[in-house]
């Protein structure tokens, strides 16, 4: 079964970190641009993460520049964000997704991503 699975929320203090775990089953995720999501209650969906396949390009909203990153974990199938400093506004449900297409960069539409996890919580609260 294709499937992307997201882990490693969770509730942190501001200045807290996390690191998020996409995991994909079914497919090489190393072949695949891979971006992160999040969408908080009563908010539009926002583009947080992203790297790509076609260079290993990374990219990154303004709103967590310098304190997330991304990476890939080919031999685990995994793609990870790493998240520092976490702040209140960062509280939000994070997804991972791939676009349907293999070898590419990243789209900005989130409409070009056709797999996509679960989620999993962030909460930064003190």
């Known amino acids: 079964q294709v499937q992307l699975v997201e882990s490693g929320g969770g509730l942190v203090q501001p200045g807290g970190s996390l690191r998020l775990s996409c995991a994909a089953s079914g497919f090489s995720l190393d072949y695949y641009a891979i971006r992160w999501f999040r969408q908080a209650p009563g908010k539009e969906r926002e583009g947080v993460s992203c790297i790509s396949a076609w260079d290993g390009s990374t990219y990154y909203a303004d709103s967590v520049k310098g304190r997330f990153t991304i990476s890939r974990d080919n031999a685990n199938n995994t793609v990870y964000l790493q998240m520092n400093s976490l702040k209140p506004e960062d509280t939000a449900r994070y997804y991972c997704?791939?676009?349907?297409?293999?070898?590419?960069?990243?789209?900005?539409?989130?409409?070009?991503?056709?797999?996509w996890g679960q989620g999993t919580q962030v909460t930064v609260s003190s």
């Open positions: 997704a791939s676009p349907r297409r293999s070898g590419t960069g990243c789209y900005s539409a989130d409409t070009m991503y056709s797999r």
